[in-house]
């Protein structure tokens, strides 16, 4: 019966194969020689035929992450086991791009199913951060990540080769990136943007989202993608879009924009200061804050005391959902398949199993799934799934209990008489980390990094958001100490993507006529 399975298998792929031949895109891998410094693309579109001339997006040139399924494009998720998958059909969100007339210049490097900080867990190699500042000839160009799992995104976006680009955002997955290497990054409000054609990490986390050179790019690319796809299941209804929306619209109106900001209430949540914060990316961001109370906004301090937990409780919920959706790759099914060595086990399916997820996930990923299986085991999973689970759920009521508008999507929700309207915190605690190459092991590491576990750290600011599904966006504050960039992030009510959008806006401007000045002898804190 099993092997009456496999040849079944083995000639769907093969109906594929034919199938794919006719695609309308000519695709070329990146060559060592091709390939761009950065390795930020994987993958290059050398021609297609099917986006609409004159479309809204036509001078918009989009990358998208090798995660989101595009027809005729390898899609690999950067990992060994699915390194000849060519989908048959486009994601729900490419699809809307090339209606909109959006050129796709390609697929860009990501970590292994998403799964990273840093662009470090690739089959590609890492993704590089372009945002050197000290260009000058003969200097030594310094290797710094373009942060992760959307790293290839982010760079591409960054050194101009494309005007923006498609990244999934799970814990933090666009902003980190966007907040390392100088570009925006919107992680809009979870079930927004349609998931049909992604690949699955962690489902009830994961989410399209949006890098651009600016907050008008990003908005551009937003309004396009921004509609309810009756194929994703996770998919919010309209009718709950419309009411966030008109909840949100009530207090934009109040703001007046342009030289004054007056009924703005920014929040500034007090557990996003952590001892691991570089100092580097404190002044960038209290001179953002001290220019938008020179606006008239109003900047008031709040607490969020379930902070302190979401990065462990992120870690267990996303790892535990990981290995349910990867145990599909098991080399039956689709993707890659290795014999075990003995072929006297070739009708043993947990040989057959074992061999092929063991050649074909990456370190990061294996790690991943044994700490998620170990999560749903009897033994571990009230003490670790169902307390991840309560976790998220003080999460995300301490955001709606500072926020002014409620949350439509929770019926005890109800907005506080002094809330904010947005939140402002720093996007990353440092700027871009260093890499070194470690020759014994043929990895790219933290550069002073004692182990891995460091990488987890990054996404201390970002997971929160996440964790409740609320828009977030990061925007570029100037650049630390170094010299690199620093990044700011806004986090708004659920269904609050506009008003996130706006605020951006505003900070935007406030960098570009240089108006955050350092002044070390205003606002302490």
């Excluded at 969020?304 to 790759?329: C, D, F, G, K, Q």
């Amino acid at each position: 019966m099993l092997r009456q399975q496999v040849v079944r298998c083995r000639l769907i792929q093969r109906s594929r194969k034919a199938l794919l031949k006719n695609c309308y895109a000519t695709v070329s891998q990146t060559s060592p020689r091709e390939k761009d410094t950065l390795n930020a693309l994987v993958y290059r579109v050398n021609s297609a035929t099917d986006t609409v001339e004159n479309g809204p997006l036509k001078d918009v040139r989009v990358a998208v992450k090798d995660n989101i399924c595009t027809a005729g494009i390898p899609t690999t998720c950067s990992s060994r086991i699915l390194e000849t998958f060519k989908p048959p059909y486009d994601a729900t969100v490419v699809k809307l791009l090339r209606e909109a007339g959006a050129p796709i210049v390609g697929k860009a490097n990501c970590d292994e199913f998403g799964m990273g900080s840093l662009n470090l867990w690739s089959i590609h190699g890492p993704a590089l951060n372009p945002s050197q500042y000290d260009k000058s000839p003969g200097s030594e160009v310094e290797l710094r990540s373009a942060g992760g799992s959307s790293g290839g995104s982010a760079a591409a976006v960054a050194a101009g080769l494309c005007d923006a680009a498609l990244g999934t955002d799970t814990g933090g997955s666009v902003r980190l990136p966007a907040s390392y290497c100088g570009v925006v990054g919107l992680k809009p409000s979870y079930g927004v943007l349609s998931r049909w054609g992604v690949v699955s990490y962690a489902d009830s986390l994961d989410c399209v989202g949006i890098l651009g050179k600016s907050v008008g790019h990003v908005q551009r690319v937003f309004q396009t993608l921004n509609k309810f796809d009756d194929k994703d299941p996770t998919a919010v209804h309209p009718d709950a879009r419309k009411q966030a929306g008109f909840l949100c619209q009530e207090r934009v109106n109040a703001w007046p924009g342009d030289a004054t900001l007056s009924n703005l209430r920014v929040g500034v949540p007090q557990e996003y200061f952590p001892t691991e914060l570089s100092t580097a990316i404190l002044q960038p961001y209290r001179n953002v804050l001290r220019s938008l109370a020179k606006r008239g906004a109003q900047i008031i301090p709040v607490s969020l005391p379930s902070t302190h937990y979401a990065l462990s409780a992120y870690y267990v919920i996303a790892s535990a959902e990981a290995s349910s959706n990867l145990a599909r790759y098991d080399g039956i099914e689709f993707g890659l398949r290795v014999d075990p060595d003995n072929m006297n086990h070739v009708n043993q399916a947990g040989d057959i199993y074992a061999q092929t997820r063991t050649f074909g996930f990456g370190e990061e990923v294996q790690r991943r799934i044994l700490l998620g299986t170990y999560a749903l085991t009897a033994d571990a999973f009230d003490n670790y799934f169902l307390q991840a689970q309560r976790v998220r759920r003080l999460v995300r009521a301490d955001f709606d209990n500072v926020f002014s508008a409620r949350n439509v999507l929770s019926s005890t929700s109800s907005a506080p008489e002094c809330g904010v309207d947005i939140l402002l915190h720093p996007s990353a605690i440092r700027t871009a980390p260093p890499l070194v190459h470690d020759a014994e092991r043929d990895v790219y590491k933290l550069k002073g990094s004692k182990d891995d576990l460091d990488a987890y750290l990054q996404d201390v600011l970002t997971v929160p958001a996440s964790l409740a599904g609320l828009p977030a966006m990061s925007v570029p504050a100037g650049v630390g100490e170094d010299k690199w960039p620093v990044g700011v992030s806004i986090v708004g009510q659920w269904g609050c993507d506009e008003a996130v959008l706006k605020v951006g806006e505003e900070i935007e401007k406030i960098i570009g006529n240089g108006e955050a000045i350092e002044d070390r002898h205003e606002m302490r804190k």
